[in-house]
């Protein structure tokens, strides 16, 4: 799959910008600059629009992934049920902090609402969904990816 591909199976509308942009993050895990300008050049725009809409959406990264993603919602509902503790748990186990671009091997993302209201907190692993997460079940998680 290239992205000329991808490119090709989308009519160059504004609309279909963002399923590409999602469709090239699924298939290499970010869109690269280089990816973005062949989507800005065949949208006819420029890149700047390209990166607003890609820059919007928590789940569309610009820049390359470390091995471990690890990302927990901060939506109200799952607030509310303690996914700063285990944010707060996390930080202790891999003694790294949120948001962090310094550990080259894992990143910590606090993400915006998943709408998995009544499963919350979420967490996601390197894709991997996990529901209902509380800081006790951080060890038993993280110990399958660390």
């Known amino acids: 799959m290239t992205v000329e591909k991808i ?11 963002l399923p590409v942009l999602k469709k090239i993050n699924a ?3 970010y869109v690269s600059e280089k990816d973005a300008q062949k989507v800005a050049d ?17 789940l569309i990264k610009t820049k390359r992934q470390p091995p471990l993603v690890i990302q927990v919602c901060s939506g109200a509902n799952c607030a509310v049920k303690s996914a700063y503790g285990v ?3 996390i930080e202790n186990y891999l003694h790294i902090k949120a948001g ?6 894992v990143k910590l993302e606090v993400i915006s609402c998943l709408g998995q209201c009544g499963s919350g907190p979420v967490v996601i692993v390197n894709g ?11 060890d038993d998680i993280l110990r399958n990816y660390v």
């Open 7 to 17: 490119l090709l199976e989308f009519d160059p509308k504004p609309k279909n910008i």
């Open 27 to 29: 298939g290499f895990g």
């Open 128 to 138: 991997n969904v996990f529901t209902k997460v509380t800081p006790s079940s951080v």
């Open 42 to 58: 065949y949208f006819l725009l420029p890149l700047s629009k390209i990166y607003e809409n890609a820059s919007f959406y928590d």
């Open 100 to 105: 962090d671009d310094f550990n080259p091997k």
């Open 87 to 89: 944010i707060s748990e």
